[in-house]
């Protein structure tokens, strides 16, 4: 194509300078390079308009949820044998709603006769295969279950399960919860009300109101500022989807475009429909209340369906904000604007005046405090909600009437609550401490599996709110002690539970660059000590002198292999717990000195199923080793005796000493935290005590959250803790003051346990003991003798 | 005289009273268990858990054995042949890295039990060969 000349063109009609202008215009118009530009913009903003769309319909399919999930505790396995007595079992059948009966006839129903219980079980498909209902005979003898019969064919049971117990409806595609409501289903006037208040045009427009923007634009000018804002409930409904505090008008746009793409695809009462289900109305907490259903609960403590005109109201009025409507913090203002809606609502005759009259006499009618009971074990589903999302494709949580099969054991969790809300009431009560200050969290886990029996996430259990087991990331003070002593001890050339260390004093230079003296917990020092000693009596300084030396990069290994994943700053403060982790990692950490040094990741859920019965992706139980099991011998024995004889001796007098527990006391700089972490046969804890604004709660471990732990234990019952010594650990009998090799015979000795060839070869002096010089000798001929 | 004759109906008293046993009486149910419960005695149920997951394996339903396994773990966490077991189980599912942990997890428990022992050890040693 040849160039036109700009000095000719054909289509100048007149020399007048205008012309020219209009004729440059229209070449620039029709320029290929201009029209080239115009259609790659058209291009790329219908694929930006195409790709808005693919949002704004995900976003509304996926709230579109009908049928809940179940999900349930783990089901009760009952075999000759168990541990158990005839009431626990009755506890579970009454809550999956058994009848008690002179004779069970059908499923559902038992009779308890002393010791023996008969009991018509009812049928159940659990993920891994079905319990058919059936009538059993149960024998119960001191304390175990002993024997289980079928009623019908007289054969010998050797294991079934109850079916399990269902704890919570949820929907799972997204965290929080709603209380779905359809239409139909909404008290008379709250859809008009509504639309009355925020949307006049609802039915009219399509998706953007010009002239609602028009009215507020006027309304705004007159009062000179914004007393009202022009858009639809379609595009508040788009603005919640995606709530973000940005009122830029780039949102703003996109919010448009969505807008008229959601009228586009969906009628006006499915819109009205997810508008209710989905607008912000109330923050409880960290937990955002969405939905109008959930908003009942939480304010009025009532079903949608149950409310009056001016609850209703009240509802609409909070739409506009919120927060500053609150009727609990900002009374006033929510009564003056329920008040007004309800004038409008008669003004535009919705409402007599007289019916209005007397709905704005009325009261707020809000209650104080959210009462909740779409579950009743929030902290522990908000678990199980997080690995759901973590483990599982966003596609398969859409789908509907999952059932999803966890780990909560309801016997441990009761205890677990009980202990937990009566100690902190005695602690404040004795020590006059200001009411619900102390706050606390409780993770319970079974050590062989890492299945989490019980998550108790502050002192009032049915109050879903801040989860502190999931998310107080507190220092853990001397709860890292086990860590550096196992690291030790698995290096059994240069170290044994015998192994000097000096607890002296040290100068060492902190993050900020200043020096740093750290003392121990009683401020003083204790010279040379055995190894063993530091551990159990939690000295600082010998501790710390032990980590230097191996490297605090080296015990951060050791953290990493037990499960822990978050950033940690390699400073030696971290020696003492200057290392801040949740009370799940805490217990994460301690599943694998539980557990032979065998770490599997501490998990809420076993199965989960769709509809049809098709089990979902499996979290199957998998164990990596983390550490040397002989060397996870030798903690464990250590963590024995701080029970015993160290910082956790009063759990002596809380708890039966044939349970042979294992624990740690923590407590951080000027008692802010108080943890204590133990184990026993069947059961792992962590218990965290101190307040939310992280003042000095004023407890250390062992007098803050070991009773809370001992309470729990006592409550739940528990098998004792029998550690089975692996391959290549041998016993030597040590002279406690010295470190060194000993006889049974001598003064102030004990027997240690030591890894084959570690054991100090050096002989210590012998006093004797009272009466020893005849032991001694007798020893001496017992050995010539062999 | 009586006093003789009294004193030696002693022992036949003793010994009459060894030989009578008290009335039956109805075990009467604890309300609350202990908090020192005694130790699970799940032998018959591990048993059967583990023949069922032994038949699933043969069947190669590899799913139904494990979960059989991962229940009897729950019920014995320290009987080393079903981690052994399970060890099997991921072997032949091809997971070779969680079939060596297993098997060490067996081999922790196994104490003085050689014939376990060598058998987590051939199952280590599979896990390293090359795959069919």
Known sequence: ?786 | MIKKNALSLIPVLMVLSACVTPPMQETQPANTHPVVRGQAQANSAVASLLVDARSALRAGESDRAAAYLERALRLEPKNPYVWHQLAEVRLYEGKLLQARQLAARSNALAGYDARLRQANKSLIERSYAPPR
């Open chain 1, 1 to 786: 194509m040849t160039a036109k000349k700009k000095s000719s063109t054909p289509k100048r009609r007149s020399s007048h300078s205008r012309t020219t202008h209009k004729g440059r215009l229209h070449r620039l118009l029709f320029n290929r390079v201009t029209l080239f530009m115009t259609l790659s913009l058209a291009i790329i903003s219908l694929a930006y308009v195409f790709y808005l769309d693919v949002r704004i319909r995900h976003q509304f399919e996926g709230k579109r949820w009908s049928i809940p999930a179940r999900v349930y505790a783990r089901p009760l396995e009952l075999f000759p044998g168990k541990a158990m007595v005839p009431s626990e079992l009755v506890t579970e059948l009454k809550r999956l709603g058994y009848h008690e009966v002179e004779t069970p006839k059908a499923p559902g129903e038992f009779h308890l006769q002393g010791a023996r219980l008969e009991l018509f079980t009812r049928a159940f498909t659990f993920w891994d295969g079905s319990e058919p209902a059936r009538r059993l005979d149960l024998r119960f003898e001191r304390n175990y279950l002993q024997q289980i019969s079928n009623q019908d064919d007289g054969l010998a049971v050797s294991l079934f399960r109850v079916e399990p117990i269902q704890i919570a409806t949820i929907f799972t595609s997204h965290y929080e919860d709603r209380l779905l409501i359809r239409l139909s289903d909404l008290p008379e006037y709250l859809p008009d009300i509504l639309t009355l208040v925020e949307d006049r045009d609802f039915y009219q427009h399509h998706g953007v109101s010009p002239k609602a923007i028009a009215r507020a634009l006027v309304s705004n000018l007159r009062a000179g500022r914004t007393v009202q804002g022009g858009s639809t409930l379609t595009q508040q409904l788009v603005k919640n989807f995606f709530l973000s505090n940005e009122r830029s008008l780039w949102r703003k746009a996109n919010e448009a475009i969505m807008a008229l793409l959601l009228e586009f695809h969906y009628d006006k009462d499915e819109i009205l429909q997810a508008y209710l289900n989905e607008i912000y109305l109330a923050q409880d907490g960290r937990r955002a209340i969405h939905g109008v259903g959930l908003a009942s609960q939480h304010y009025f403590g009532l079903n949608v369906t149950q409310l009056n005109l001016s609850q209703q109201a009240l509802l609409v009025a909070m739409v506009k904000g919120p927060s500053y409507y609150d009727p609990r913090r900002h009374p006033e203002r929510a009564l003056e604007r329920r008040n007004l809606v309800l004038g409008m609502m008669a003004e535009h005759g919705m409402v007599s005046v007289t019916q209005a009259h007397e709905a704005q006499q009325q009261p707020l009618g809000v209650n104080q405090r959210s009462h909740q009971r779409l579950t009743s074990y929030p902290a522990f589903v908000d678990l199980v909600k997080r690995q759901l999302h973590q483990d599982y494709a966003e596609e398969d949580l859409r789908s509907e009437g999952l059932r999803i099969f966890t780990t909560l054991d309801p016997a441990i969790q009761k205890a677990a609550e009980g202990a937990v809300s009566e100690r902190l009431d005695y602690l404040e009560r004795y020590y006059g401490i200001d009411q619900n200050r102390l706050q606390s969290a409780m993770v319970v886990a079974h050590p062989g599996s890492g299945e989490v029996t019980a998550l108790v996430g502050g002192r009032d259990p049915r109050f879903a709110g801040y989860n502190r087991a999931l998310d107080a990331v507190r220092p853990i003070g001397s709860l890292i002690k086990p860590v550096i002593y196992l690291n030790a001890w698995e290096q059994p050339l240069r170290y044994n539970m015998a192994t000097l260390l000096e607890d002296a004093p040290m100068t060492l230079e902190s993050e900020q660059g200043r020096e740093w003296l750290p003392q121990n917990y009683d401020k003083k020092t204790h010279g040379r000590v055995p190894a063993y000693q530091a551990l159990i009596h939690s000295y600082n300084l010998a501790t710390l002198q032990l980590g230097m030396e191996l490297g605090v990069n080296k015990v951060i290994a050791s953290l990493r292999r037990m499960g822990i994943s978050r950033p940690l700053n390699i400073y030696p403060s971290l020696l003492l717990g200057a290392l801040e982790l949740t009370p799940l990692e805490v217990a994460q950490i301690y599943q694998s000195l539980s557990n032979g040094g065998f770490s599997s990741p501490l998990r809420a859920i076993r199965a989960v199923v769709s509809l049809d019965g098709k089990p979902l992706q499996r979290y199957a139980l998998e164990v990596k080793q983390a550490a040397d099991p002989r060397a996870v011998y030798l903690v464990d024995r250590a963590l024995q005796m701080v029970v015993e004889e160290g910082t956790a001796k009063a759990l002596g007098e809380l708890l039966p000493r044939e349970l042979h527990l294992a624990g740690k006391t923590g407590t951080t700089d000027e008692l802010r935290d108080s943890w204590f972490a133990g184990f026993s046969g069947d059961l792992l804890a962590v218990v965290w005590l101190g307040r939310d604004d992280n003042q000095p709660a004023g407890f250390s471990g062992s007098t803050g959250a070991m009773p809370i732990w001992a309470e729990m234990l006592r409550r739940a019952g528990s098998e004792p803790l029998r550690l089975l010594p692996p391959e290549e650990i041998e016993e030597q009998w040590i002279d406690s003051q010295t470190g060194l090799l000993s006889d049974e015979g001598c003064a102030h000795v004990l027997k240690l346990p030591f890894i084959v060839g570690s054991a100090p070869e050096q002989q210590s002096g012998c006093e004797k003991r009272e009466g020893g010089t005849e032991q001694r000798r007798e020893v001496w001929y017992k050995r010539w003798f062999r």
